[in-house]
């Protein structure tokens, strides 16, 4: 089963800021979160990493709070290609990626 | 570099057949995943391969599996076709596996099995 939680669903408009949440409340010290997403019926594309210190990249930032229990994918300008399903992933050393429902953004103009 | 490749993008078989996937990863990528996407279940693993080497396994029936060649180029087989098989099948690459590694996926291949 997947470690984390995600709403199913998130609206955001084009050229705002879309914040996508999880929780990963049982999360090991050794754990890393990973966030991907999947326009529709491609291959899921790698967006970002981090263990315990907030990330950027040309992306998107990854927040993530100091108890380690949840994080936040910020795509700072959300577009219409940003229309996608994001997976938020916990994964420890030999651990497979499990993937959950995810979240499917919609960005709307 | 060029990004993972899997072939073929698109087949259709009946039930009862058998038909093999492949995969080749990113250069220099020695490990390889295979997983199932059904609109169902969702993103499923299936294995996982290293060094031509079963790494880790999935929880599907033994009508799945995988090989790995030297060459890190992988394929998956799956036997006596059932139509829950029609998945989307996708195939991911990394370094080595390990907990900071990503997994970079190709385009997939979905099977259709009438």
């Known amino acids: 089963d997947a470690k984390t939680t995600q709403p199913p669903s998130m609206d955001c408009a084009e050229g705002r800021a879309a914040n996508l949440p999880c929780n990963h409340s049982t999360i090991s010290g050794n754990e890393y979160v990973y966030w991907y997403r999947q326009i529709h019926s491609q291959g899921p594309q790698y967006i970002i990493h981090g263990l315990k210190n907030n990330e950027t990249n040309e992306m998107a930032s990854l927040i993530i709070t100091e108890d380690r229990k949840s994080s936040t994918l910020i795509l700072p300008h959300a577009t219409l290609r940003d229309t996608a399903v994001y997976y938020c992933?916990?994964?420890?050393?030999?651990?497979?990626?499990?993937f959950g429902p995810g979240t499917r953004l919609s960005v709307l103009p | 570099k060029a990004g993972v490749t899997q072939t073929p993008r698109y087949l259709i078989k009946t039930r009862g057949q058998q038909v093999t996937l492949s995969c080749s990863p990113i250069s220099g990528h020695r490990s390889v995943s295979w997983y199932q996407q059904t609109p169902g279940q969702g993103l499923q693993f299936l294995f996982e391969?290293?060094?031509?080497?079963?790494?880790n396994k999935g929880n599907f029936p033994g009508r799945f599996s995988g090989r790995q060649f030297s060459n890190s180029r992988s394929e998956m087989n799956v036997s006596t076709l059932e139509l829950g098989d029609s998945a989307l099948y996708l195939c991911a690459s990394s370094f080595s596996g390990g907990s900071t590694d990503t997994q970079y996926f190709g385009p997939g291949t979905r099977l259709t099995v009438l």
């Open positions: 391969y290293f060094s031509e080497t079963q790494r």
């Open positions: 992933i916990v994964r420890g050393r030999g651990q497979n990626f499990v």
